[in-house]
């Protein structure tokens, strides 16, 4: 089984930035990947970012592309997410998760991951 452990959530006022991480305590494939996914009260589990280890591709939603900024420590089997220009409706909980499979189409669903973090709120203040 694959522990995924959050770090790095909070408040900041918008405009400011935060930076989450996420450690594995390992890693089942040789076509990992890992990635986040946010959650606000009363919606869907919505796409962040997510990375692949092998080769380093990273994947983005819509609502964050040029904002934030997914990348990966091999050694630590950490993945780290800095998030810049936080807007109000950046504001959920950020969840951590590992696709062992890594197939490219299915990265952006929720359904692909295989492994969960239990969550880091974020809180941006407007």
């Known amino acids: 089984q694959v522990q995924l452990e959050e770090s790095g959530g909070g408040w900041v006022q918008a405009g400011g930035s935060l930076r989450l991480s996420c450690a594995a305590s390992?890693?089942?494939?040789?076509?990992?990947?890992m990635g986040w996914f946010r959650q606000a009260p009363g919606r869907e589990r919505e796409f962040v970012a997510t990375i692949r280890w092998n080769g380093g591709s990273t994947y983005y939603g819509d609502s964050v592309k040029g904002r934030f900024v997914i990348s990966r420590d091999s050694a630590k089997n950490t993945v780290y997410l800095q998030m810049n220009s936080l807007k109000f409706e950046d504001t959920g909980v950020y969840y951590c998760?590992?696709?062992?499979?890594?197939?490219?189409?299915?990265?952006?669903?929720?359904?692909?991951?295989?492994?969960w973090g239990q969550g880091t709120q974020v809180t941006v203040s407007s």
């Open positions: 998760a590992a696709d062992q499979n890594g197939i490219t189409s299915s990265l952006r669903q929720a359904h692909t991951y295989e492994y």
């Open positions: 390992k890693r089942t494939s040789n076509n990992w990947a």
